[in-house]
T-cell receptor
Framework: GQNIDQPTEMTATEGAIVQINCTYQ??????LFWYQQHAGEAPTFLSY????GLEEKGRFSSFLSRSKGYSYLLLKELQMKDSASYLC?????????FGAGTRLFVKA | SAVISQKPSRDICQRGTSLTIQCQVD?????MFWYRQQPGQSLTLIAT?????????ESGFVIDKFPISRPNLTFSTLTVSNMSPEDSSIYLC????????????FGPGTRLLVL
């Protein structure tokens, strides 16, 4: 079967670091996406990991372990505008399966 | 990247009626998808819109309820037929310019409320 798990909600403090975990099970796995979605808006692309390891892009980094079916999104130097839902999505074949999303609250 | 527009951006419809949502992309793309996002939930793939052939529907979605057209590589429509309040949702068009395993870009969405 296909399944993606990520925490429902997380809270962190402005300026801190937060790690959002995602585990997945999907057939014919190709890669792992992370999207950011602010309330009432469409998802926007953050990262796409195909190979194992950490990829850094500014304040955001994404990690993938294909053997463990595990990924995380790391957000550094949190800002209030980072309050949003973060969607983990696994792609296999020509389909992308989305997790339920993790709602991140950044407090002052 | 790809710039995607959707019409209408939002609508309020009566039970039993149908609504057609349009998706326009600023460049030719191979793969186009239609998703639904119900309140407080993540995205669920409805179907893949195939140019020149019938759409490929996911489990739980049927052509009679969600007919899709894809007349060319830059345009697609999704119709929500015989609507009920359970169809109230955000409908999102998505494209993968380089194929299904590459980055997907999303349109702004169509917010539908069925009374």
């Amino acid at each position: 079967g296909q399944n993606i798990d990520q925490p429902t909600e997380m809270t962190a403090t402005e300026g801190a670091i937060v790690q959002i975990n995602c585990t997945y099970q999907t057939s014919g796995f190709n890669g792992l996406f992370w999207y950011q979605q602010h309330a009432g808006e469409a998802p926007t692309f953050l990262s796409y990991n195909v190979l194992d390891g950490l990829e850094e892009k500014g304040r955001f980094s994404s990690f993938l372990s294909r053997s463990k079916g595990y990924s995380y999104l790391l957000l550094k130097e949190l800002q209030m505008k980072d309050s949003a839902s973060y969607l983990c999505a696994a792609t296999g074949g020509f389909k992308t399966i989305f997790g339920a999303g993790t709602r991140l609250f950044v407090k002052a | 990247s790809a710039v995607i527009s959707q019409k209408p951006s939002r609508d309020i419809c009566q039970r039993g009626t149908s609504l057609t949502i349009q998706c326009q992309v600023d460049s030719q793309v191979t793969m186009m998808f239609w998703y639904r996002q119900q309140p407080g939930q993540s995205l669920t793939l409805i179907a893949t819109a195939n140019q020149g052939s019938e759409a490929t529907y996911e489990s739980g979605f049927v052509i009679d309820k969600f007919p899709i057209s894809r007349p060319n590589l830059t345009f697609s429509t999704l119709t929500v037929s015989n609507m009920s309040p359970e169809d109230s949702s955000i409908y999102l068009c998505s494209v993968a310019p380089s194929g299904g395993t590459e980055t997907q870009y999303f349109g702004p969405g169509t917010r539908l409320l069925v009374l």
